[in-house]
């Protein structure tokens, strides 16, 4: 990091118009070597979730060898420029996932309610919802006193309630992870444009007319503040100037992309559980909500982001990698040797897009590192085998250092038997992150190895 007389305080913005742009940390923002030292001792510390429904082909996941120099299985080989980045843990339990005396199906609403609460959910299908505070909102609770954002809630999959549920359960325990109380669950945002203005700003009024009007102005973010960006890079060094030029134009493309999406959406027929905003392909949706994750993160907007991948019981086709059949029938594959191919091409191809996140993260400079250094991102799910509805031995990984809290390169395998919670994970990773607590749903402890 280069030292400089001049000092921007972290959290500057630029403002115009009624916008507002969050810079990234730029080397201005650290006067002295004594602020040096204390970014140093007290990095920021961010956590992204990502989640994959339906639990994923589990032969194709677990690695053969425990500890160091394992293998990658096939569905993790997109990661292979990411084992030493990587903590997988084998043998975590989502135990409170399982049915209670009684209550018979509805293993899809359990997994996604219970797991990042650690609570076995209330069966029903009125307004009297019951699980437990997520672990992301714990996380948001402390951490959002520092951004603008407390957190961020996003999904692939419509916030509204389409499409089966699982029977007795309301669609809000299947369609989101985020409780922000017992009682509450918090939806997930699908739609680029209205991440993007929440980042970023627009209209306070979520009236449609009033979006419509504001995007026939054809104004740009950026243009809005146009003359205090040329006012600030006249006073910045060389590498400043490079690293606010780079995340200036990532703000622009993500921009275009939501126009051009919005622009097509408008020709074509659109669909009714995709408002205008989202992409009409897997691919490109994937990728600009994970680049607006990035840029989130970069500016410090936010430092807890939670993705849904889909929703549990998710409908949605890949006819772009050859599977046109829906994801929630084919993880009920009934050993049918055709069915397991399919699932195996969209559990990898998640893992391609996740690891595009990776790619950005990685690319991202944060400080003296990169933004995955200081990042701890958990890819996971609240069910193992999909046919059987097995919420046990889940699939669970940790990419990231973590602002050097988290020792990646390792294989780690719980005693199946034991059926150590997943929620002892997460009482981890809250004390990685600077939020301890004691207990968290149905853990029993933590998982210490994750630093060794």
Same mark, same amino acid.
């Given at each position: 990091?280069?030292?400089?007389?001049?000092?921007?305080?972290?959290?500057?913005? $630029?403002?115009?118009?009624?916008?507002?742009?969050?810079?990234?940390?730029? /080397?201005?923002?650290?006067?002295?070597?004594?602020?040096?030292?204390?970014?140093?001792?007290?990095?920021?510390?961010?956590?992204?979730?990502?989640?994959?429904?339906?639990? !994923?082909?589990?032969?194709?996941?677990?690695?053969?060898?425990?500890?160091?120099?394992?293998?990658?299985?096939?569905?993790?080989?997109?990661?292979?420029?990411?084992?030493?980045?990587?903590?997988?843990?084998?043998? $975590?339990?989502?135990?409170?996932?399982?049915?209670?005396?009684?209550?018979?199906?509805?293993?899809?609403?359990?997994?996604?309610?219970?797991?990042?609460?650690?609570?076995?959910?209330?069966?029903? =299908?009125?307004?009297?919802?019951?699980?437990?505070?997520?672990? /992301?909102?714990?996380?948001?609770?402390?951490?959002?006193?520092?951004?603008?954002?407390?957190?961020?809630?996003?999904?692939? %999959?419509?916030?509204?309630?389409?499409?089966?549920?699982?029977?007795?359960?309301?669609?809000?325990?299947?369609?989101?992870?985020?409780?922000?109380?017992? *009682? *509450?669950?918090?939806?997930?945002?699908?739609?680029?444009?209205?991440?993007?203005?929440?980042?970023?700003?627009?209209?306070?009024?979520?009236?449609?007319?009033?979006?419509?009007?504001?995007? =026939?102005?054809?104004?740009?973010?950026?243009?809005?503040?146009?003359?205090?960006?040329?006012?600030?890079?006249?006073?910045?060094? +060389?590498? /400043?100037?490079?690293?606010?030029?780079?995340?200036?134009?990532?703000?622009?493309?993500?921009?275009?992309?939501? +126009?051009?999406? %919005?622009?097509?959406? =408008?020709?074509?027929?659109?669909?009714?559980?995709?408002?205008?905003? !989202?992409?009409? #392909?897997? =691919?490109?949706?994937?990728?600009?909500?994970?680049?607006?994750?990035?840029?989130?993160?970069?500016?410090?907007?936010?430092?807890?982001?939670?993705?849904?991948?889909? @929703?549990?019981?998710?409908?949605?086709?890949?006819?772009?990698?050859?599977?046109?059949?829906?994801?929630? &029938?084919?993880? @009920?594959?009934?050993?049918?040797?055709?069915?397991?191919?399919?699932?195996?091409?969209?559990?990898?191809?998640?893992?391609?897009?996740?690891?595009?996140?990776?790619?950005?993260?990685?690319?991202?400079?944060?400080?003296?590192?990169?933004?995955?250094?200081?990042?701890?991102?958990?890819?996971?799910?609240?069910?193992?085998?999909?046919?059987? @509805?097995?919420?046990?031995?889940?699939?669970?990984?940790?990419?990231?250092?973590?602002?050097? #809290?988290?020792?990646?390169?390792? @294989?780690?395998?719980?005693?199946? %038997?034991?059926?150590? &919670?997943?929620?002892?994970?997460? !009482?981890?990773?809250?004390?990685?992150?600077?939020?301890?607590?004691?207990?968290?749903?149905?853990?029993?402890?933590?998982?210490? &190895?994750?630093?060794?």
């Amino acid at each position: 990091m280069i030292i400089t007389k001049m000092h921007l305080p972290r959290r500057t913005f $630029l403002r115009g118009l009624g916008a507002s742009v969050a810079l990234p940390l730029l /080397d201005s923002m650290v006067p002295a070597l004594t602020a040096v030292r204390l970014t140093a001792a007290q990095p920021v510390r961010r956590l992204g979730i990502v989640y994959v429904p339906n639990g !994923v082909y589990m032969q194709h996941w677990t690695p053969a060898a425990d500890g160091r120099g394992f293998a990658l299985p096939s569905t993790m080989g997109p990661l292979a420029g990411y084992r030493d980045d990587m903590l997988v843990l084998t043998g $975590l339990s989502n135990k409170m996932g399982d049915a209670w005396p009684g209550e018979g199906a509805g293993d899809h609403a359990r997994a996604a309610g219970a797991y990042l609460t650690g609570v076995h959910p209330k069966k029903t =299908e009125g307004a009297d919802l019951r699980a437990g505070r997520s672990m /992301d909102q714990i996380a948001a609770r402390a951490l959002g006193t520092e951004t603008q954002l407390a957190s961020l809630e996003l999904s692939l %999959e419509s916030r509204e309630s389409v499409g089966s549920c699982d029977p007795g359960y309301a669609c809000a325990y299947a369609n989101t992870l985020c409780w922000s109380s017992p *009682t *509450t669950p918090l939806p997930m945002e699908n739609n680029p444009r209205v991440v993007f203005e929440r980042l970023f700003g627009g209209n306070e009024s979520t009236d449609p007319e009033a979006w419509r009007a504001r995007r =026939e102005e054809d104004r740009s973010i950026l243009d809005a503040v146009g003359d205090k960006v040329l006012r600030l890079q006249g006073n910045l060094g +060389q590498r /400043d100037r490079r690293k606010l030029d780079e995340y200036l134009e990532a703000i622009r493309d993500a921009e275009r992309r939501i +126009q051009m999406a %919005e622009s097509q959406s =408008e020709r074509e027929l659109p669909v009714v559980d995709q408002p205008a905003g !989202v992409p009409s #392909t897997f =691919e490109a949706h994937a990728k600009i909500m994970y680049d607006l994750q990035l840029l989130a993160f970069q500016a410090d907007l936010t430092r807890v982001i939670t993705f849904m991948v889909g @929703h549990e019981t998710s409908q949605r086709a890949y006819p772009e990698i050859g599977v046109p059949d829906a994801h929630h &029938p084919l993880s @009920h594959h009934g050993g049918n040797a055709e069915k397991i191919e399919k699932l195996i091409k969209v559990n990898r191809y998640h893992v391609e897009m996740f690891t595009y996140y990776l790619d950005r993260l990685r690319a991202t400079q944060d400080g003296d590192g990169s933004l995955l250094d200081q990042t701890m991102v958990l890819y996971g799910s609240g069910m193992s085998d999909g046919n059987g @509805h097995l919420h046990h031995d889940l699939p669970t990984m940790i990419v990231g250092k973590g602002a050097g #809290t988290i020792q990646g390169g390792r @294989h780690i395998r719980y005693p199946r %038997e034991h059926e150590t &919670p997943v929620a002892n994970l997460f !009482v981890s990773m809250l004390d990685k992150l600077g939020v301890p607590v004691e207990t968290l749903g149905d853990s029993t402890g933590s998982l210490e &190895p994750l630093s060794l």
